[in-house]
C-alpha cells in the first residue's frame, strides 16, 4: 500500500461496475498489517493508517450490499451506506481485543444498510421493534415457497422470530404488494417505496377495486404531484426513483448539480414532502 491510494466513489470511476473493480485491486491485509495499522490509527490518531484499513475492506461492503438488491434500492446507494458502516467499524475497532476487523465491521456495515433501506420502504412502518426488523429482513428466506403462507408455517416463523402470527401474516402481505419507488422523509410513515413483486391475477374484487384506485394514483396523481415541484426537484425525483433503466445515486446528481450529496437528499426530501402534499390536496 502507498499514500497515493485513494478512496473510490462511483462518480469518481464512472459507474458501479468500474467501482467494484477498483475496490478489487486494493490489497487484503494481513493480520500483523492489519494490527500495526489499527494501532497507530488508535494510538495516534493516523488517518493514513484509518484509510488503509477501509480501502482494504471495501470488496466486503460490495459483498454485503449484494444481498439487499432484491429491495429495489440502487446497488451504488447500499454500497455507499455500507462504506458508511465500515467507516464506523474502522473509528471503533481496537486491535487489543483480538478480533479481526472483518467480523468486527460486517454489524456495523449491515446496520447501516438496514437502516438505509427501512427508511426507504413505505411497507416497514410497522417495523417498529427489533424483533419485527429482524421479521423484515428474514421473512423472504423462511417463507418454503413463492405461496401464500399457510397457519402452521405462520405459526413457526412467529415462534422463531419471537412475533405475533398477525405480525407475519401483515409483513407478508406488504412484502407481496406494488407500491411505485419514491423516497420519503426519514420520520414519514406514510412514505412511497420500491417493491418489485406482482400482485397477485387471481385477487378478490376488492382488491381489483383497490389496484385500479392505486393505479391512478401512481398515474395521473403522480403527475400532478410532479407537477407541484421545480424544474431542480422534479428532476432529482425522477432520476432517482422513475428511471426504472439505471437509477441516479445521490453522487451523479450532486456533480450534476455541482452541489453536494447530502443538499441533493435535503431536496429530495422537501420534494416528497411537497408530493405528498398535493397527492392530499386531490385526494
Not at 405461496?147 to 413457526?156: C, N, S
Request: glycine share 6%.
Amino acid at each position: 500500500m502507498t499514500h497515493a491510494l485513494t478512496f473510490p466513489t462511483v462518480s469518481a470511476v464512472g459507474d458501479i461496475d468500474a467501482y467494484i473493480q477498483a475496490a478489487k485491486r486494493f490489497p487484503m491485509l494481513t493480520e500483523e498489517e492489519e494490527f500495526r495499522l489499527a494501532t497507530r490509527f488508535r494510538d495516534h490518531e493516523d488517518l493514513d493508517a484509518a484509510r488503509q484499513l477501509v480501502l482494504s475492506h471495501l470488496r466486503l461492503v460490495i459483498s454485503v450490499a449484494r444481498g439487499y438488491l432484491g429491495y429495489g434500492l440502487p446497488h451504488a446507494d447500499l454500497i455507499q451506506e455500507g462504506n458508511v458502516g465500515l467507516m464506523k467499524a474502522v473509528k471503533r475497532f481496537d486491535p487489543a481485543r483480538g478480533v479481526r476487523l472483518v467480523s468486527f465491521a460486517m454489524h456495523w456495515i449491515k446496520a447501516e444498510i438496514h437502516e438505509y433501506v427501512l427508511k426507504n420502504w413505505r411497507m416497514v412502518k410497522v417495523a417498529t421493534t427489533k424483533a419485527q426488523r429482524k421479521l423484515f429482513f428474514n421473512l423472504r428466506g423462511m417463507k418454503p415457497g413463492s405461496g401464500a403462507l399457510t397457519p402452521p408455517q405462520v405459526a413457526d416463523i412467529a415462534h422463531r422470530l419471537s412475533v405475533k402470527p398477525d405480525e407475519v401474516v401483515e409483513m407478508e402481505t406488504r412484502l407481496s404488494g406494488h407500491d411505485l419507488a419514491l423516497e420519503a422523509n426519514d420520520d414519514d410513515e406514510d412514505a412511497f417505496a420500491p417493491i418489485a413483486y406482482l400482485a397477485d391475477s387471481g385477487g378478490e374484487p376488492g382488491r381489483v377495486l383497490e389496484a385500479r384506485a392505486r393505479d391512478h394514483l401512481h398515474g395521473e396523481g403522480l403527475q400532478a404531484a410532479l407537477g407541484c415541484l421545480d424544474g431542480r426537484s422534479r428532476r432529482i425525483v425522477e432520476a432517482r426513483w422513475l428511471n426504472e433503466e439505471e437509477p441516479a445515486t445521490l453522487h451523479d446528481l450532486a456533480a450534476e448539480f455541482g452541489v453536494s450529496a447530502e443538499r441533493i437528499r435535503q431536496i429530495e426530501v422537501k420534494a416528497m414532502q411537497k408530493m405528498r402534499a398535493c397527492l392530499a390536496a386531490a385526494a
